[in-house]
């Protein structure tokens, strides 16, 4: 049974660092194929697409954001932890982390998301 | 970056009908590399299709996807009280960004 969790802050200040964990059972992300991206949801908005590990530490990043997002991995710890810089109020979403397969599976499991709020 | 455009915005309908939701690419998805999904308030999505046709695990066969190339579409064949709820696209073809959708609402008429 593959699950996910989103932990972190909940509430940043402007110019702050976000991070955020993805503390995942289930599957390992040394096995060929895994990948785990996140993706966020300002609240009454739709999703957009932030970034993605895949097993061989091969890392896709959404070209607008790509300057201000790590993501890394853990595999020891089943864990995948994103940081985004220089945090604005826009930023101000519902982060989700998911698995996903390579290739021709999407998303196919999801954490329940963690709140996070940008405000001084 | 491929846009992708839903529509209708909404759609109101009653249990037992038919719904059909569209999703345009401003360009072509490469390998049909698009899924759709289901989101309830207060939840995260739910896989319903990926590669443009085939349904998740789990995923009544009520729900079906189609399309190729610019054009998808998602069908509820009848709605059953739990699908009222909001459907996104989403392509994750070759090159970055896999943009999504901005939404289809089905609500209850």
């Known amino acids: 049974q593959i699950t996910l969790k989103e932990s972190g802050p909940t509430l940043v200040k402007p110019t702050q660092t976000l991070t955020l964990t993805c503390s995942f059972s289930?599957?390992?992300?040394?096995?060929?194929?895994?990948?785990v991206g996140w993706i966020r949801q300002p609240p009454g908005k739709a999703l957009e697409w932030l970034v993605l590990?895949?097993?061989?530490?091969?890392?896709r990043y959404s070209p607008s954001l790509k300057s201000r997002l790590t993501i890394t991995k853990d595999t020891s710890k089943n864990q995948v932890v994103l940081t985004m810089t220089n945090m604005d109020p826009v930023d101000t979403a519902t982060y989700y982390c998911a698995h996903k397969l390579l290739g021709v599976r999407a998303f196919d499991y999801w954490g329940q998301g963690t709140l996070v709020t940008v405000s001084s | 970056e491929i846009v992708l455009t839903q529509s209708p915005g909404t759609l109101s309908l009653s249990p037992g009908e038919r719904a059909t939701l569209s999703c345009r690419a401003s360009q072509s998805v490469s390998s049909n590399y698009l899924a759709w999904y289901q989101q309830k308030p207060g939840q995260a999505p739910r896989l319903l299709i990926y590669g443009a046709s085939s349904r998740a695990t789990g995923i009544p066969d009520r729900f079906s996807g189609s399309g190729s190339g610019t054009d998808f579409t998602l069908t509820i064949s009848r709605l059953e009280p739990e699908d009222f709820a909001v459907y996104y696209c989403q392509q994750y073809g070759s090159s970055p960004p896999w943009t999504f959708g901005q939404g289809t609402k089905v609500e209850i008429k």
């Open positions: 590990i895949y097993w061989d530490d091969d890392k």
């Open positions: 289930g599957f390992s992300l040394s096995t060929s194929g895994v990948g």
